[in-house]
C-alpha cells in the first residue's frame, strides 16, 4: 500500500500549501501580537473582582487564621501588575495596535484601562496613569466617532 496514493486523494492540486508555508505559521507566536496583549490586559483585569470573592471566600471557609485583607492585597497586586506585564507594550503611533484595541468592546476595554488607572493611582505610579490615560482617551474618541 502506498501512503502517497491514500493522502494524494486529498490533494487539489494547488501547491500553495507547502512546508514553507506551515513554517511562516510555526513562527508566528500568538502571544506576541497585540490583540493577545490587550485581550489579557482586558481579561486580567475584568475577571480579578470575580476571583478575588471566590478565593476569599475559600481562606473564609478554612479552619486556618488568614490574614483576609493581606491576601486579597496580594491578589490585586498581582492581577493589576500582571495585566500591566501585557498592555504595557502598546504603541499608539503603531496601527496594529490602534486596529487591535479596537476590534476588542471598547466600553469593557475602557472599563479595564480606567480600573488600572485607579488602582495605580493608589500607589503614586503615575507614569503608568499617563500610559494607561492615552490609551483611554484613544478609546473613548474612537468610541465618540463611531456613535
Not at 471566590?54 to 471557609?61: A, P, T
Not at 488568614?66 to 507594550?89: H, M, N, P, Q, V
Amino acid at each position: 500500500m502506498d501512503i502517497n496514493k491514500i493522502f494524494g486523494i486529498f490533494d487539489d492540486g494547488d501547491d500553495s500549501l507547502d512546508n514553507q508555508n506551515f513554517k511562516v505559521i510555526d513562527d508566528l507566536n500568538i502571544q506576541d501580537t497585540p490583540i493577545y496583549k490587550i485581550g489579557m490586559f482586558e481579561k486580567l483585569i475584568l475577571n480579578y473582582k470575580n476571583a478575588q470573592f471566590q478565593v476569599i471566600d475559600i481562606f473564609k471557609k478554612s479552619n486556618e487564621v488568614f490574614d483576609l485583607e493581606e491576601i486579597e492585597k496580594t491578589g490585586e497586586y498581582i492581577a493589576y501588575y500582571r495585566a500591566w506585564d501585557y498592555i504595557r507594550f502598546c504603541k499608539l503611533e503603531e496601527d496594529i495596535w490602534k486596529e487591535s484595541l479596537l476590534v476588542r468592546d471598547i466600553k469593557y476595554l475602557t472599563t479595564a484601562v480606567k480600573f488600572a488607572i485607579n488602582y495605580f493611582e493608589g500607589y503614586e505610579e503615575y507614569e503608568k496613569c499617563g500610559f494607561l490615560y492615552n490609551i483611554e482617551t484613544f478609546l473613548e474618541s474612537s468610541l465618540a466617532s463611531t456613535h
